[in-house]
T-cell receptor, first 113, second 113 residues
Framework: AQTVTQSQPEMSVQEAETVTLSCTYDTSESDYYLFWYKQPPSRQMILVIRQEAYKQQNATENRFSVNFQKAAKSFSLKISDSQLGDAAMYFCVQQGGSEKLVFGKGTKLTVNP | DTGVSQNPRHKITKRGQNVTFRCDPISEHNRLYWYRQTLGQGPEFLTYFQNEAQLEKSRLLSDRFSAERPKGSFSTLEIQRTEQGDSAMYLC???????????FGPGTRLLVL
């Protein structure tokens, strides 16, 4: 079975600072994908960043980057130069062996001005 | 390009009533997914379609739940004899093909009194 664990229910960061959200996962699949999705308050879920497990290079998307440690089954998200609009619930997500997405419980990020 | 749309956005019903939700995927996306998100949790997979074929169903999808995608375009999710435990946000997502990013709609929030 696939599982995703986010050990930080809440995090906060000062505007313009950097924050890292943690995620660990478990899977028996050799080929899988990992994602971070963002869900702002009362707004829809949007993709932040995607990582293919077969790629060694960490994915980056503007101010967002990941630290993918395959052997440790760790997939953390770093947000640089945090902005007020980054405030949201962040979900670490896994997909492998099936088309369904498996979500963690989420980390609520607060950005302080 | 319009995103995934869901209707209604909110539904309040009494226990025992039937409800139906609709999802319109992004045009030409042949894959459509349903998820359920309860308060404070990450979304959980319910079912998915490739065109009009329902290819996978979660154990969460009890006999009271049925989903259809009759012409391979929009999909409906019906809950019969609603229970208070069905109160949740029902999310729809679509993707153009296997292993591609899933794009989410705004969700339908159901409250069963």
């Amino acid at each position: 079975a696939q599982t995703v664990t986010q050990s930080q229910p809440e995090m906060s960061v000062q505007e313009a600072e950097t924050v890292t959200l943690s995620c660990t996962y478990d899977t028996s699949e050799s080929d899988y994908y990992l994602f971070w999705y963002k869900q702002p308050p009362s707004r829809q879920m949007i993709l932040v960043i995607r990582q293919e497990a077969y790629k060694q290079q960490n994915a980056t998307e503007n101010r967002f980057s990941v630290n993918f440690q395959k052997a440790a089954k760790s997939f953390s998200l770093k947000i640089s130069d945090s902005q007020l609009g980054d405030a949201a619930m962040y979900f670490c997500v896994q997909q492998g062996g099936s088309e369904k997405l498996v979500f963690g419980k989420g980390t609520k990020l607060t950005v302080n001005p | 390009d319009t995103g995934v749309s869901q209707n209604p956005r909110h539904k309040i019903t009494k226990r025992g009533q039937n409800v139906t939700f609709r999802c319109d995927p992004i045009s030409e996306h042949n894959r459509l997914y349903w998820y359920r998100q309860t308060l404070g949790q990450g979304p959980e997979f319910l079912t998915y379609f490739q065109n009009e074929a329902q290819l996978e169903k979660s154990r969460l999808l009890s006999d009271r739940f049925s989903a259809e995608r009759p012409k391979g375009s929009f999909s409906t999710l019906e809950i019969q004899r609603t229970e208070q435990g069905d109160s949740a946000m029902y999310l729809c997502a679509s993707s153009p093909r296997q292993e591609e990013t899933q794009y989410f709609g705004p969700g339908t929030r159901l409250l069963v009194l």
